[in-house]
């Protein structure tokens, strides 16, 4: 499409102002956390890495980023298995009430986290007698991140068909040869892109988690806002929130490669 | 039939909820036969076809495969081999481990199963191709791909599900050519489903004309082009003029409905040759074909006929509006049942 020199300067203006509006805060966030001020001014008076240091050695921040890491990577697991599981009963099944299933498969990542939490909570503690802890969260978070992975394989069933399968079996291969020549190489980045965007939905949860996890776990969200307003922690909150949005920038860039990439 | 039968179908019908989409289909169908199943989309014949390789569970009726009941087994468990409409090539697999596939998943070694696949590649003269991917060949390079690997294995029946229907006009003729040549060397039974009459009349050797999820006429390309049963097979295999029991008794004088080819009626002037029956009418439209022109002609009492005249020297050529005598051999009006 052709646009005139005006329109397109207003559009590059448009697009800078909501870019930056994005994007500053976060730059403010990566020079805060090298600041000699310890609380979160602008502009910082001076440069050191002396936050990093604490931050890094900090026993806190680092049970914190390892229990994010490992609630991340089992609720993924969890949501990788489920989640194929799922997409291929109904995309390549036809049974009673399947549009209701699907329907209520999908539905967890549209609900507001908080009823999610409470609802989990409520169901954790009075019905089924359970301790808040890890398994709790975990259980909590796969219920939204089977949903990224069903969507992303749900999808490419649809795209890929039945026809390589029958041929397939029309070759003489079994149901679970089929599965590994032909079907699972067929889903494969579908899966590791559903896995990648659940491994950064559970990473930086912290509604559900907050009514799920009880007093004895603490993942980095969650420690993040309770040190955000003690005296002296805020540099370290910054260290933090960046060695978050390292974490979580890589999955999702990755993901969106292997999405465009397959699209071609 | 004296052998057993390559495919024996038996009151197969499936239904899909309220539609029924085959209808009691009984079939024999010979060893070494190219048997086609022609019909217009939505008549069945794919569905058979999903039904002999094993796709589809019949609603009732059976399927046998050289005297053996398989209408229960899995597609992996029957001796035949389907050639898809999409081609249905592996995309992350090179075009030899494609065609080697079968043998693959039957557990033949690394070494012969290449050596055996090249040989199918040749068969189909794609020698050298093997080392790309399905995604850089041409649409007939394709179809001669998935022909290799469904040929490799060495099915006894092999089901080609309008396998040409992608390819243009030359690409078509030429395919039809060297499906014929490898039946043919191969000496195996080929189910071929298709929609292009003239495809069907030039590769089979018998054809079931399907309509509505049944049979409507099963014989040999001539038998169904000259003596067409129905009024829907004279029509969908080439065209002909059809008349009612009515119209036959008013125009021509003759009994029972029957129907004849534009090629077996001719335009008279003066005198119509002895025996033959005449009509007289106007001329509605001509339109020339190169080595042929068709002429509408409206008969009197009402009635529309295509007669396709040869476009040789000694022609007078017809004008709209020319009133003409047609004149058609008895023995070329076919009769419909």
């Avoid at chain 2, 003729?173 to 495809?199: A, P």
Wanted: proline share 4%; hydrophobic share 45%.
């Amino acid at each position: 499409m052709r646009i005139n020199r005006l329109s397109k300067t207003l559009l590059w203006a448009v697009s800078a102002v909501v870019l930056s509006f994005i994007y500053v805060p976060i730059l403010v966030v990566v020079a805060n956390s090298f600041s000699t001020s310890s609380t979160l001014t602008w502009p910082p008076p001076g440069f050191t890495t002396e936050w990093w240091t604490r931050a890094l050695t900090n026993e806190g921040a680092l049970a914190a980023i390892s229990t994010s890491i490992i609630v991340a990577l089992a609720s993924t697991a969890i949501a990788l298995l489920l989640g194929t599981v799922l997409s291929f009963a109904l995309q390549r099944f036809e049974f009673f009430g399947k549009s209701t299933v699907n329907l209520l498969v999908v539905l967890p990542i549209a609900l507001p986290g908080i009823v999610t939490g409470i609802a989990l909570n409520n169901a954790f503690k009075t019905i089924m007698g359970v301790q808040l802890g890890w398994a709790t969260i975990i259980v909590a978070h796969a219920t939204f991140c089977v949903v990224t992975v069903f969507n992303n394989v749900f999808a490419r069933l649809k795209r890929v068909g039945t026809s390589l399968d029958e041929a397939s079996s029309d070759l003489g291969a079994g149901i679970w040869t089929t599965f590994r020549l032909v079907t699972f190489p067929q889903i494969r980045s579908a899966l590791f892109a559903g896995g990648l965007l659940s491994f950064a939905l559970s990473f930086d949860e912290i509604i559900v988690t907050t009514f799920t996890a009880g007093s004895g776990v603490q993942t980095l969200p969650i420690f993040i806002l309770d040190n955000m307003f003690r005296p002296n922690q805020a540099p370290i909150v910054a260290v933090i929130a960046v060695v978050m949005i390292l974490i979580a920038i890589v999955p999702i860039y990755i993901a969106q490669r292997l999405t465009t990439s397959d699209q071609r | 039939m004296a052998s057993t039968p390559a495919i024996r179908l038996r009151g197969l019908t499936k239904k899909f909820g309220p539609v029924t989409a085959v209808d009691g289909v009984d079939l024999d169908i010979a060893a070494g036969e190219f048997f086609s199943m022609l019909g217009p989309s939505g008549s069945g014949k794919t569905t058979v076809l999903r039904m002999i390789a094993g796709f589809e569970a019949p609603t009732s009726g059976h399927v046998e495969l050289f005297g053996k009941d398989v209408t229960g087994d899995a597609p992996f468990d029957r001796d035949v081999n389907t050639v898809f409409q999409d081609y249905a090539l592996f995309p992350h697999m090179s075009v030899i481990d494609n065609v080697a596939y079968g043998l693959r998943v039957r557990g033949v070694n690394a070494k012969d199963r290449l050596a055996q696949a090249e040989d199918a590649l040749a068969l189909v003269r794609l020698e050298g191709y093997g080392e790309r991917n399905p995604s850089q060949l041409s649409g007939g390079q394709r179809q001669r791909v998935a022909l290799a690997r469904a040929l490799v294995v060495e099915p006894k029946v092999l089901l080609l599900d309008e396998p040409l229907g992608a390819l243009d006009l030359k690409l078509r003729e030429q395919m039809q050519v060297e499906l014929k040549d490898i039946q043919r060397r191969l000496g195996i039974t080929f189910i071929f489903v298709t929609h292009d009459q003239e495809e069907a009349l030039t590769l089979s050797d018998r054809i079931a004309v399907f309509n509505e999820g049944g049979i409507v006429q099963l014989g040999t390309a001539e038998e169904i082009y000259r003596n067409p049963q129905t009024p829907f097979v004279a029509n969908f295999v080439g065209t002909s003029a059809v008349f009612t029991a009515d119209e036959a008794k008013s125009i021509l004088g003759s009994k029972g409905a029957c129907s004849v080819r534009p090629e077996h009626i001719d335009i008279v002037r003066g005198k119509a040759p002895a025996g033959t029956i005449t009509a007289k009418g106007i001329v509605f439209d001509t339109i020339f074909l190169g080595a042929s022109t068709r002429v509408i002609v409206d008969l009197d009492g009402d009635k529309r006929v295509a007669v396709l005249e040869q476009n040789d020297l000694s022609r007078t050529p017809s004008h709209r509006g020319d009133t003409v005598t047609v004149a058609i051999h008895p023995q070329f009006l076919s009769p419909l049942s």
